[in-house]
């Protein structure tokens, strides 16, 4: 009892609440009422993930996914809606990837690949070869050019399952899918196999992001994910006999930059249109799945952050706007375009949040701001408590608003629960029917609850 009396005063003398904490609780119950028992972004998710899927940056289904997205930013009767323009890559997978573990002559087994985003493709005959497994870049500069010249090399690092933060996990290890490829090239490997980054063992190869940096044309190499199980049967193999090959054909390439969109639609401020709340997502997928978690789920939630606000009759002082972002997943030229043109048009950004984790039960939020700052926000924890959401932490936002950053804007991300994200991240496994409609209501009345209390904040 004694806390709680502390924590209202607290509360009541703390300089970020323009109206009494009774006001702030009633109108976030409001919120997530209308997201709970009214919510439309399970059903525009639907659409996304099935009537148009996987959207790959420059692909027809991207192009597809910007009309749609306009399309629905006008229904929810915003005061503008509009597409910025920005050249993006075009990298196209081609025929689906094979690849198989020879043990010796004519005595084969299959297993799951598929290209990395960005990757060349093998000769049309493929590539086979003995194959040297290695678990970080050191150990395989300590293996040298003389033993790697004409192999395939295996990266077989595995997220590490005893961080409970997945995504620590996941940045302990995407190093060797991005630039695992450059590496190897330089010591003369002839192709790399990455193990998918996943913490489980499935038969889904995860694709990614790679990048060949300094490499010629001449000089890049073909570079795919193998699944984990397939990961764990290479490496349980070589273990045997280290003389065995690895056969894999691929046929991706990359394509001239192409004209394509970010989608944005704001609502204008009442007191302070000049200061911008920005919410948003990316709208690009990978092309495996449809693209529900990473990053279906965090556009729709956006979209409902404005939709709600509209729907509660509510006044922003300041103006509030959602972003669908383009090229995030082997780019991000959607958020560095957008903030440059911000920059160039003298735009004043007060917030920004993202929602790209998945569409999880919502345990926090991240912010990216002074130490000072964030103590300030961490005081809006108690009006989440009820809700579920208790994990404010000072680190981490979201990737597209990153090039935002500067002395002034306060960052944020949607932090939802983790543990199952990377399941599905950037698999043909990530789709419309892992969406539970209830964990992902719950996030857009979250990020809707945030972005009312921050638009009440300062003033």
């Known amino acids: 009892m004694k806390y709680l009396i502390y924590s209202l005063i607290v509360i009541f003398s703390c300089s970020i609440y323009s109206q009494d904490l009774n006001i702030h609780s009633q109108f976030i119950k409001k919120i997530y009422d209308e997201a709970l028992s009214r919510g439309e972004s399970y059903e525009r998710l639907d659409y996304l993930s099935n009537q148009i899927g996987g959207r790959l940056s420059g692909s027809v289904n991207y192009e597809r996914s910007v009309k749609w997205g306009k399309e629905e930013l006008n229904l929810i009767g915003l005061d503008s809606v509009w597409l910025q323009p920005l050249m993006i890559p075009k990298w196209i997978r081609g025929a689906p990837e094979y690849a198989h573990i020879e043990s010796s002559p004519g005595n084969t087994i299959s ?19 003995n194959v040297i497994e290695v678990k970080s870049f050191d150990e395989l500069n300590k ?57 489980i063992l499935d038969d889904y190869p995860h694709t ?6 300094e490499l010629t044309l001449n000089e890049r190499i073909p570079a795919a994910a193998i699944s984990t199980n397939g990961a764990e049967l290479l490496s349980s193999m070589l273990s045997l006999n280290p003389n065995i090959k690895f056969f894999f054909r691929q046929n991706s390439k990359n394509l001239p930059d192409v004209l394509s969109y970010n989608v944005i639609g704001q609502i204008d401020g009442s007191e302070r249109a000049d200061e911008i709340i920005l919410v948003g997502g990316h709208l690009d997928s990978w092309d495996l799945g449809d693209g529900s978690h990473d990053d279906g789920a965090g556009i729709v939630q956006s979209m409902e952050v404005l939709r709600i606000l509209k729907i509660l009759n509510y006044k922003p002082k300041r103006t509030i706007r959602v972003v669908l972002f ?63 959401i208790d994990n404010f932490v000072n680190g981490g936002s979201g990737p597209d608003i990153v ?10 991300g949607l932090r939802p629960d983790s543990q199952r994200y990377f399941d599905y991240h950037h698999a043909a496994s990530d789709t419309f029917d892992k969406i539970n409609k209830r964990e992902l209501e719950l996030g857009a009345a979250a990020m809707t609850a945030l972005v009312y209390l921050i638009d009440n904040y300062k003033l």
Do not use: C, W
């Open 111 to 129: 297993v799951p690949i598929v290209a990395l985003g960005g990757s060349i493709s093998t000769p049309s005959i493929g590539i086979s070869a």
């Open 143 to 199: 293996i040298g050019k003389d033993s790697i010249d004409g192999k395939i090399i295996f990266f077989n690092r595995k997220m590490d399952p005893t961080l409970i933060n997945t995504f620590q996990s996941y940045s302990g290890s995407v190093n060797q899918r991005i630039q695992g490829a450059a590496k190897a090239s330089k010591l003369g490997a002839i192709g790399v196999i990455v193990r998918s980054m996943t913490t």
């Open 208 to 213: 990614g992001s790679m990048y060949y940096d």
């Open 326 to 388: 383009a090229n995030k997943e082997n780019g991000l030229r959607g958020g560095i375009k957008y903030a440059e043109l911000a920059k160039k048009n003298n735009e004043s950004h007060f917030f920004a949040l993202e929602s790209d984790a998945g569409g999880f039960t919502p345990r926090g939020f991240s912010f990216d701001t002074s130490e000072s700052e964030f103590n300030s926000l961490k005081e809006f924890e108690i009006l989440f408590k009820h809700y579920g």
């Open 403 to 412: 090039p935002l950053k500067d002395d002034k804007i306060i960052l944020a």
